[in-house]
Nanobody, 121 residues
Framework: QVKVVESGGGLVQAGGSLRLSCAAS????????MAWYRQAPGKERSLIAR?????????DYADSVRGRFTISRDNAKNTVFLQMNNLAPEDTAVYYC?????????????WGQGTQVSVSS
């Protein structure tokens, strides 16, 4: 089983910054994609940033966070980060980390429990 644990959430004022971390542990052969999703109250969970390393490293972002958030990855530690700058109240949500990869011949798709980010106006 692959365990995914997020950290770094909290309360911040509008315009502030936070850095989220997500670490995957367990028996892992390779990780192809690490991503951040968020879910605000009453809304569906949505993808906000993704980093893929298959050959080259590619990143993509939701329009709502592009230019403010930066995703990065430490492959040696199976860890992904989300640097969030210029936060706004509409960024308030629970942020979830998703990790996709392989364990031997089997694939896995694991989620963390989420970390709360609250932005005050």
């Amino acid at each position: 089983q692959v365990k995914v644990v997020e950290s770094g959430g909290g309360l911040v004022q509008a315009g502030g910054s936070l850095r989220l971390s997500c670490a995957a542990s367990g028996v892992i052969s390779a990780i192809s994609t690490m991503a951040w999703y968020r879910q605000a109250p009453g809304k569906e969970r949505s993808l906000i940033a993704r980093i893929t390393t298959i050959g080259s490293t590619d990143t993509d972002y939701a329009d709502s966070v592009r230019g403010r958030f930066t995703i990065s990855r430490d492959n040696a530690k199976n860890t992904v980060f989300l640097q969030m700058n210029n936060l706004a109240p509409e960024d308030t949500a629970v942020y979830y980390c998703n990790v996709v990869g392989t364990r031997g011949m089997k694939g896995f798709d694991s989620w963390g429990q989420g970390t709360q980010v609250s932005v005050s106006s």
